[in-house]
């Protein structure tokens, strides 16, 4: 247990770490990859050239220190967390590492102001968050590895088929390469993929949703394209796997992991939004609740640019058809003339809360949302404006986490 006095300079020099906290873990980063350039295999290069993971990592730690008396208040943030560790292959013996340049880049950053005793409490407080992590990762490995079909660390796929959903996502069939069992897994649970690109210094290593409902004979991703846009570089692992990855191609993949799962006990009316890409842990889950509780009702409502890179759509409208308190509706930002002829779309323009209260039969529901940033958080605010509860809704951020607050 950590002492009063350590717990009061962790509390007082908190905010103080947390103002200078980009700075800090910016050069966190730097000097950690310089001595360990090996844990570039692990990191995504795109979160950190836009300095995204930067700011999450800070505001974990900050987080974590405040609550460091009580640190079984930020489980569920830890839980999340640890999911995405457990999915990357992070083990124990990288906290130390982790530990020493974060400390030393506050001490450089801080200068004068990181007295002995300040650097004391703040090893001894990274110690104890470290710990919490390294035990709750341990028994999601041993998990992983455990459960029937399943398997520790990056085992071999193989592309069994590639289609394409539009002209941005394409859908990836994915079979154990070595004929064995595939691991169960939770409607909205997703898979890191491992890649070795040709010409690449590192490996990399991203996350997808499965988009499929769970206890088919594969797994399926449906990866969207990242092309590249004004100060910002077109997706490497996107486009490598959307150009050159096709069926017969070996992937190489960690087991299913994450939080954002659907509640199979709860018989509310559900309701599952989503934005572009966001959609595919929804098709999932939606085709498991169809599926598994037939009588729930169910609102499916998606935002996409276009029907041109609108996915899974037939999909969705299938299970639609056949679920008799099943309803689909889709709302574009820019339809297409031919989407306009084709009546293909229900709202024009972006998901509000004026068209959420015509489409959705009712506030006592459970709210699935997942989507870009911006997605997330008109969504939020419209169904805080509703009226509807924290602990009704269920959200997660495609990309590092961000915040549902702010501009
Ligand atoms: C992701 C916190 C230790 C490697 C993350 C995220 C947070 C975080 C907040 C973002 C999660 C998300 O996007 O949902 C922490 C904390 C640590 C810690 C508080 C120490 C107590 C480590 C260690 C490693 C590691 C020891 C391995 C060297 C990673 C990687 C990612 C990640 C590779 C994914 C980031 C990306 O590439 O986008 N961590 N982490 N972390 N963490 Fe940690």
């Known amino acids: 247990m950590l002492s009063s006095r350590t717990i009061e300079i962790i509390k007082s020099t908190a905010p103080v770490l947390e103002e200078h906290g980009t700075t800090i873990t910016k050069h966190f980063y730097k000097t950690m990859f310089a001595a360990h350039p090996e844990l570039l295999n692990l990191f995504n290069h795109a979160n950190q050239s836009q300095g995204r993971q930067q700011t999450a990592l800070a505001n974990v730690v900050y987080a974590a220190a405040l609550h460091i008396d009580k640190l079984e208040s930020i489980l569920p943030v830890v839980k999340q967390i640890a999911h995405k560790h457990r999915s990357l292959g992070v083990k124990a013996d990288q906290y130390p590492i982790v530990g020493k340049y974060l400390l030393g880049a506050i001490k450089d950053v801080l200068g004068d102001a990181a007295t002995d005793d300040i650097l004391g409490a703040w090893a001894e407080a990274y110690g104890i968050i470290a710990n919490v992590f390294i035990q709750v990762e341990e028994g999601m490995y041993e998990h992983a590895e455990k459960q029937d079909g399943g398997w520790a660390g990056f085992r071999a796929f193989r592309v069994a088929r590639k289609v394409a959903e539009s002209d941005v996502v394409t ?137 041109a890179a609108h996915a899974l759509r037939q999909e969705a409208e299938e ?88 501009a």
Not at 368 to 395: D, K, Q, S
């Open 171 to 307: 859908s990836f069939y994915l079979v154990p390469a070595d004929g064995g069992a595939l691991a169960a897994f939770e409607p909205g649970q997703y898979i890191s993929v491992r890649l070795d690109i040709p010409g690449e210094a590192n490996t990399h290593i991203r996350q997808y949703s499965l988009s499929d409902a769970p206890g088919k004979p594969y797994y399926r991703i449906s990866v969207k394209r990242e092309d590249a846009l004004p100060g910002k570089p077109a997706g490497k692992v996107s486009s490598y796997l959307h150009a050159q990855v096709e069926e017969g191609d070996a992937l190489h993949l960690s087991a299913p992991a994450g939080e954002f799962v659907l509640d199979l006990t709860d018989t509310r009316p559900l309701v599952l939004i989503s934005g572009g890409v966001g959609l595919t842990p929804m098709v999932s889950m939606l085709k498991a609740a169809a599926e598994a509780q037939p009588g729930r009702e169910i609102t499916f409502i998606h935002a996409a640019r276009s029907g």
């Open 319 to 406: 299970v639609a058809a056949n679920g008799p308190h099943v309803s689909a509706h889709w709302c574009y930002s820019r339809p297409s003339a031919s989407d306009r002829e084709t009546g293909a779309f229900h709202k024009e323009g972006y998901v509000d809360l004026f068209w959420l209260q015509q489409v959705v039969p009712t506030t006592e529901a459970s709210f699935y949302f997942c989507g870009p940033t911006a997605f997330m958080r008109t969504v939020y605010a419209a169904l805080r404006a509703w009226g509807i509860g924290e602990e009704r809704m269920r959200f997660e951020f495609f990309g590092p986490s961000g915040s549902l607050l702010g």
